[in-house]
């Protein structure tokens, strides 16, 4: 059993924010794998699954962004399971729009959703970071992370949003070099 955590904040008005990127990956992971129903429990809304012969829960926190450590805790004890097990989807400042990079470990670089779970379980876990960009000056970052995607973006994000899921068996069985490089030849396109 994995977890894949999918951060973002809850409710529509923060639906296309690149800050709930996370949310949308797991979505689109769970529509393009045929995951269960949506059920509302370890505070946030959880879908079962399988890729390939891996099952995995797809946990979006319900609660706001920083404490999204909350609602992961719950599932990771409720399962018994170790950091290993964990996956986290997230937006990242410090890559390229529409990048996908995966990471096992490491610092929070001021994201209160990666601080939140790091305050609850420690960092040890795996985290695809997603490209978002940087605006090119710290007072313009808030602004810039909790703003809409662009009309012009939609296509890239769709298309990557698209890739992740598809390439999602190879994140499962643990091949993190191949998921990057599929998912960048994909990109490519």
Known sequence: MQIW???GNPGPRYAMHRHNVGFMVLDTIAEMHGFGPVQKKFSGWAQEGRIGR???????PATFMNESGR????????????????TVFHDELDLAPFKV????????????GL?????????????????????????????HVLGNYAKSELDDLAAMLGAIAAEAEWLATGDDARFM???????QV
């Open 71 to 86: 609602a992961v805790g719950e599932a990771m004890r409720f399962y018994k399971l170790e950091l290993d097990a964990l």
């Open 115 to 143: 601080r939140s779970i790091d305050n609850h379980l420690g960092n040890d876990f795996r985290r695809v970071r997603i490209g978002i960009g940087h605006p090119g000056h710290k007072d313009r970052v808030t602004g």
């Open 54 to 60: 891996e099952k995995i829960l797809l946990l979006k």
């Open 181 to 187: 490089n599929d998912v960048a030849l994909r990109m």
């Open 5 to 7: 955590t999918g951060l």
């Open 101 to 112: 990079k995966v990471k096992q470990g490491g610092g929070t670089a001021g994201h209160n």
